[in-house]
T-cell receptor
Framework: DVKVTQSSRYLVKRTGEKVFLECVQD?????MFWYRQDPGLGLRLIYF???????EKGDIPEGYSVSREKKERFSLILESASTNQTSMYLC??????????????FGPGTRLTVL | SQQGEEDPQALSIQEGENATMNCSYK?????LQWYRQNSGRGLVHLIL?????REKHSGRLRVTLDTSKKSSSLLITASRAADTASYFC???????????FGGGTRVLVKP
């Protein structure tokens, strides 16, 4: 059974803290993604990685950075958390193989609250 | 930017009824996918339709795609309380590995 796991389901942090959100997939997928989901705004892509050490900005990268040192792990970093980063964060992965049609597999999400 | 836009934003039906939701998009696509999200959880892939297909079935799901109108519909037949969830369409753009998700349709199936 394919699995994408995220390090925390719920997280509460203070303004200005450095926050790490971890995502691990066990499907040997090349692509990994970080989204944030807010009511009425759907899913918005923060960052995307198509290979180890490779990253690409998504639609809303400001205030975030990412790290992909190993194929199975993709980390999202909030350098200095702010209240407007309170959101649900979703990690996903997908295969580069042509028959996957870019179907994405999602983790359960991390609900981050910044106080 | 939002490529796919779902309509309606919310839908409330009785168990046993059919639920229909629509998705419109703006640019050419390779395929269009539908995902379900149960409350507070991650998204789960439901069905994919390629740009050269017009209709696809999977169990109680029926998806249509009209590339001339840049729109798709998802029909859930004989709905169950367990179908209560948000449904998202996602378009796979002609270039790149990324998907663009719409804002979703919240479906409530009342027992």
């Amino acid at each position: 059974d394919v699995k994408v796991t995220q390090s925390s389901r719920y997280l509460v942090k203070r303004t200005g803290e450095k926050v790490f959100l971890e995502c691990v997939q066990d499907m040997d997928h090349e692509n990994m993604f970080w989204y944030r989901q807010d009511p009425g705004l759907g899913l918005r892509l923060i960052y995307f990685s198509y290979d180890v050490k490779m990253k690409e900005k998504g639609d809303i990268p400001e205030g975030y950075s990412v790290s992909r040192e190993k194929k199975e792990r993709f980390s999202l970093i909030l350098e200095s958390a702010s209240t407007n980063q309170t959101s649900m964060y979703l990690c996903a992965s997908s295969s580069l193989r042509w028959y996957s049609y870019n179907e994405q597999f999602f983790g359960p999400g991390t609900r981050l609250t910044v106080l | 930017s939002q490529q796919g836009e779902e309509d309606p934003q919310a839908l409330s039906i009785q168990e046993g009824e059919n639920a229909t939701m629509n998705c419109s998009y703006k640019t050419s696509i390779n395929n269009l996918q539908w995902y379900r999200q149960n409350s507070g959880r991650g998204l789960v892939h439901l069905i994919l339709i390629r740009s050269n297909e017009r209709e696809k079935h999977s169990g109680r799901l029926r998806v249509t795609l009209d590339t001339s109108k840049k729109s798709s519909s998802l029909l859930i037949t004989a709905s169950r309380a367990a179908d209560t969830a948000s449904y998202f369409c996602a378009t796979d753009r002609a270039a790149g590995n990324k998907l663009t998700f719409g804002g979703g349709t919240r479906v409530l199936v009342k027992p």
